[in-house]
């Protein structure tokens, strides 16, 4: 089964001054959204392979808007990460079953490597709620300047029948990062930590 | 006068395929492009605004020209427009007016010298208020399968000293326009209206 889109969203952000100083070059997240169709909304179904393959193929789409969006070669691409928000006649597995098992695989591939954990969150829903995609580094999750996250919200999705799909992808980390720790330099990548 | 003090840009393209009903072989855009700068009249009243109007003209112009290209880069594909502003709290709703020259020429130079008013929408909100920007055709505003409007908005902007400026277009009509009136196809496009 591929997946129904209705609608595909794309939000990029540049920011170039923070707390009064010049952010050069400006830091900047892209969020990819796909609006679905649930095909398992209003009833309990066992098996969810279906909605699995939903989120391999939102995988390489999102992650290809989001890095398409910034204009950047995939090795630029520096954090990411994935959210889903379910319409209210579907049920919060449903957005476990796209996340999980099999959206990973073709999001690395769209920002080349991605040793690290693509964080994520997931909640029931409907039209006009925020979503708060959590962002980390793709390679080693302990970068600290690169803990963050970022919002997408639309007025008319999630309807109740369907599923609110988000991968989000930046080409750098926080505006003014001063709370030390692991830095983007000095990460090893391989281990997906460190 | 006052520099343009830039604190963000983001732009938002939404593709639509349906809203249940027959699906376009090419989807439907709708794009927002956002620019967050420093209001340099906020927490005082000051009389003479006008000249800031001339500052902001190239800003308009950048952000006109970002738009057409997040949306394809063809400036005939675009077939709506529309623009507003969010005043940060320490603002009035009159610096929001600012944007009416310098928003709405700026589309019009670009669009090949579009004929119809650029419909548009103001208010006073804090961080995280949304605007519904309206739209019309950008050559006859009574095209009916053309008004529409598309919600814009950010969890950080404005800022009590901010101004948040908004400029909206879009490629085509309502997704399943079936209202009747003038059509795009019959228009004259002299005088702005028919």
């Known amino acids: 089964m591929s997946a129904d889109i209705r609608k595909i969203a794309v939000w990029v952000e540049e920011t170039h001054r923070e707390a009064g100083r010049e952010i050069a070059p400006a830091t900047r997240k892209a969020v990819a959204v796909a609006v679905i169709a649930n095909p398992f909304a209003g009833g309990y179904t066992e098996d969810l392979t279906p909605l699995m393959d939903i989120g391999a193929e939102l995988g390489e789409v999102l992650g290809k808007r989001c890095v398409e969006a910034l204009g950047i070669s995939p090795a630029d691409a520096e954090s990411y990460g994935k959210a889903a928000m379910v319409g209210e006649n579907g049920e919060l597995e449903h957005a476990a079953a796209i996340l999980h098992p099999k959206l990973g695989a073709p999001l690395r591939k769209e920002v080349e490597k991605g040793a690290a954990l693509v964080p994520s969150s997931k909640k029931m829903g409907g039209p006009g709620q925020d979503l708060d995609v959590p962002l980390g580094h793709k390679d080693a999750a302990y970068v600290r300047s690169h803990f963050d996250g970022v919002e997408v919200r639309m007025n008319d999705a999630p309807r109740g029948n369907e599923i609110l799909v988000a991968v989000a992808v930046t080409d750098s980390g926080r505006p003014l990062p001063r709370v030390g720790g692991l830095t983007n330099e000095d990460a090893i990548g391989k281990d997906g930590l460190k | ?194």
């Not at chain 2, 006068?1 to 639509?16: C, L």
């Not at chain 2, 009389?47 to 997040?70: H, S, Y």
């Not at chain 2, 929001?96 to 709405?104: D, K, M, N, R, T």
């Not at chain 2, 404005?158 to 399943?176: D, K, Q, W």
């Open chain 2, 1 to 194: 006068m006052p520099d343009v003090e830039i604190r963000k840009v983001a732009t938002f393209i939404e593709e639509i395929y349906h809203e249940g009903g027959p699906k376009a072989n090419v989807p439907h855009k709708r794009g927002a492009v956002v620019a967050v700068i420093a209001n340099p009249y906020a927490g005082r009243y000051v009389e003479d605004i006008q000249p800031f109007m001339e500052d902001l003209k190239p800003l308009g112009l950048q952000m006109g020209q970002k738009l057409i290209d997040a949306l394809g880069g063809d400036p005939k594909l675009i077939e709506g427009y529309g623009k507003g502003s969010i005043v940060g709290v320490n603002g009035e709703a009159e610096h929001g007016a600012l944007w009416h020259v310098p928003g709405g020429y700026a589309m019009r130079e670009l669009l090949g010298g579009a004929k119809a008013i650029v419909p548009s929408t103001k208010k006073v909100g804090a961080a995280g208020a949304r605007l519904d920007v309206p739209i019309t055709h950008i050559d006859a505003s009574y095209v009916r399968g053309h008004f529409d409007a598309m919600e814009v908005g950010m969890n950080d902007a404005p800022r009590a000293n901010e101004l948040a400026f908004v400029l909206v277009m879009s490629t085509g009509g309502r997704i399943h326009d079936r209202m009747g009136g003038l059509a795009a196809a019959d228009i004259k496009g002299e005088d702005g209206l028919r």
